[in-house]
């Protein structure tokens, strides 16, 4: 295992946001945490790139405690796209896809040939090139979006961790980001709200309540209507998507009044 989250626990204000979380995610997986809002997902995923530290348990890196690792050395292996990942300063989109390679160079040291290539390519795969010299608050919230996960790849990360990545972006560029993260190899720990795109993407699925782990395993064992029915409190007819075989969750809005 490359990442595991060592019965984790996060507290504040004398309330539990994580309770005794244990996930193991492998080389080249895509792992995705499901659930509610409140259910302590956002707070688990914070604790793997180091921006909250668990009152509890430990987040391991190749078995070894990440606080262990210095800043630099942790932000040249995990990177993040974060709910907060945005920027109140003007930079032009290539300066903030740029700031990926930060944790791998000193002080200001300048892009070398290998870097400015990194930086044209993610670009390039986020659609985003055409808007290099644009200033970011200029942006699109989908935009930005892209121009933040631009940065992620350039980080170079052993594992890359996203909470809600496909937040503001249209269908095509939802597709576009998650068949790039399929095909990337990378180890990928994110968050989806979109219980389809999810069981589409990941390789195995945490489900999250109240912040505890109720299940984990493939999107087939685990995005079932029971468990829908039970962690959500919606119905939901489950179906194969016809071309992957991958369940497909359909609702109802219930009868019109």
């Known amino acids: 295992m490359i990442l595991r989250l060592d019965a984790l626990g996060v507290e504040r204000n004398g309330r539990a946001l994580v309770r005794d979380l244990s996930l193991e995610v492998g080389a080249g997986q895509i792992v995705g945490l499901v659930g509610p809002n409140g259910s302590g997902k956002s707070t688990a995923l914070r604790c793997v790139y180091r921006a909250l530290a668990p009152t509890t348990g430990a987040v391991l890196l190749h078995d070894r405690d990440l606080t262990a690792l210095t800043r630099r050395e942790s932000a040249?292996?995990?990177a993040a796209l974060t709910q907060e990942g945005g920027s109140e300063l003007d930079f032009t989109v290539a300066e903030i896809v740029a700031l990926g390679r930060a944790p791998h160079l000193r002080g200001n040291q300048a892009l070398g040939a290998r870097e400015q290539e990194l930086c044209r390519r993610a670009m390039t795969q986020l659609d985003v090139l055409h808007l290099a010299d644009r200033g970011v608050l200029t942006l699109s919230g989908g935009e930005r979006q892209r121009v933040l996960a631009a940065r992620a790849l350039v980080q170079e990360p052993e594992v890359l961790v996203l909470?809600?990545?496909t937040n503001h972006l249209d269908i095509r560029h939802q597709i576009?980001?998650?068949t790039l993260l399929r095909a990337s190899g990378l180890t990928v720990v994110i968050?989806?709200?979109d219980l389809?795109?999810?069981?589409a993407v990941c390789d195995r699925i945490g489900v999250l309540a109240e912040g505890a782990l109720v299940a984990a395993g493939t999107p087939r064992e685990v995005l079932t209507a029971r468990l829908v029915r039970a962690v959500f409190g919606i119905d939901a007819t489950v179906v194969p998507h016809p071309l992957t075989g991958d369940p497909?969750?359909?609702y109802s809005l219930g009868a019109p009044a």
């Open 76 to 78: 040249r292996r995990i």
């Open 163 to 165: 909470d809600e990545p």
């Open 176 to 178: 576009e980001l998650l």
């Open 191 to 193: 968050v989806l709200h």
């Open 196 to 199: 389809n795109l999810a069981a």
């Open 248 to 250: 497909q969750l359909l």
